[in-house]
Nanobody, 124 residues
Framework: QVQMVESGGGPVQAGGSLRLSCTAS????????MGWFRQYPGQGREGVAC??????????ADSVKGRFTISRARDVATNTVYLEMNNLEPDDTAMYYC???????????????WGQGTQVTVSS
């Protein structure tokens, strides 16, 4: 059974930073494309940052380029993916989800497995 658990969300002031973590079990993240999506109330999920092959291929939404970085933990055994978020803006306030997708799908096009989400709230 695949499980993906996010952590690291919370309140932060504009200009601050957060690091989200996603730890997977029941699968190996290197076998999948991994990504972070966010969802605003009443809207669908949008791909924020996605990667495969341990970051050899990445995709970032235009709104987060230069501010967000997706990466895999150096300790492969942790089976963890991070989203480093810097210079946060109030528009970054959303529920953030970790997802694993089939590696041959377009990055950030969707997910096969999803976490439960972690809330990020940026105040001005």
């Amino acid at each position: 059974q695949v499980q993906m658990v996010e952590s690291g969300g919370g309140p932060v002031q504009a200009g601050g930073s957060l690091r989200l973590s996603c730890t997977a079990s029941g699968m190996t993240i290197d076998d999948f494309s991994m990504g972070w999506f966010r969802q605003y109330p009443g809207q669908g999920r949008e791909g924020v940052a996605c990667m495969r092959m341990n970051g050899r291929f990445t995709h970032y939404a235009d709104s987060v380029k230069g501010r967000f970085t997706i990466s895999r933990a150096r300790d492969v055994a942790t089976n963890t993916v991070y989203l480093e978020m810097n210079n946060l803006e109030p528009d970054d306030t959303a529920m953030y989800y970790c997802a694993a997708d089939l590696p041959f799908n377009v990055l950030c096009s969707g997910g096969l497995y999803w976490g439960q989400g972690t809330q990020v709230t940026v105040s001005s």
